[in-house]
């Protein structure tokens, strides 16, 4: 099946600071999410984003289908942006196939 | 709307009991699904349903079943609970088709047995 890597694994940001979060995926993709995980478990969508570019508020996404990757930029980041940060992608059929996400913590 | 409602948020089982997780959408969705999510992972997808009647086995389906009856409900039955089934269930539906398969999650439902 498709494999899906994300890096990096953890991250540690000072409040205000920027980060970009990758997804790197094995084969082509009909469908790509990025989902935050909060510290209550809840799965947030971020973007639903098989190619192009996106952007919400302090949060955007890129996905270059042809080079099978796609990151996540979050600017200024916020205390309430902690948590785990997903990357899903449906190859063929109609399951999401997650990474394992990248862990974030925004320290104050 | 209220999107994907699921119920129990907690539940505690012993070994070899059974229970039904319940999953319900207002979206009007066809699609819907079932997935787990054990400590430190993403999440597998156990069954799949495009529409009324019709279900499908996703990458983990051993020691559960799966009924739709209508669209807007998707329940999960657990059989003979197993210590190896405790992990945090998330239901989700999407509209379906390959042009719109955004999916979105329920709250989840953390299972604990013991």
């Known amino acids: 099946g498709i494999q899906v890597e994300q890096s990096p694994p953890d991250l540690i940001l000072q409040e205000g600071a920027n980060s970009t979060l990758r997804c790197n995926f094995s084969?082509?993709?009909?469908?790509l999410q990025w989902f935050h995980q909060n510290p209550w478990g809840q799965l947030i969508n971020l973007f639903y984003?098989?190619?192009g570019t996106k952007q919400n508020g302090r949060l955007s996404a890129t996905t270059v289908a042809t080079e099978r990757y796609s990151l996540l930029y979050i600017s200024s980041s916020q205390t309430t942006d902690s948590g785990v940060y997903f990357c899903?992608?449906?190859?063929?059929?109609?399951?999401?196939?997650f990474g394992k996400g990248t862990s974030l913590l925004v320290t104050p | 709307n209220a999107g994907v409602t699921q119920t129990p948020k907690f539940r505690i089982l012993k070994i070899g009991q059974s229970m039904t997780l319940q999953c319900t959408q207002d979206m009007n969705h066809n699609y819907m699904y079932w997935y787990r999510q054990d400590p430190g992972m993403g999440l597998k997808l156990i069954y799949y349903?495009?529409?009324?009647?019709?279900?499908d086995k996703g990458e983990v389906p051993n020691g559960y079943n799966v009924s739709r009856s209508t669209t807007e409900d998707f329940p999960l039955r657990l059989e003979l609970a197993a210590p190896s089934q405790t992990s945090v269930y998330f239901c989700a539906s999407s509209l379906g088709g390959r042009l719109d398969n955004e999916q979105f999650f329920g709250p989840g439902t953390r299972l604990t047995v013991l």
């Open positions: 899903a992608v449906v190859n063929s059929g109609y399951a999401l196939n």
């Open positions: 084969d082509s993709v009909n469908n």
């Open positions: 349903s495009v529409g009324a009647g019709i279900t």
């Open positions: 984003i098989p190619s």
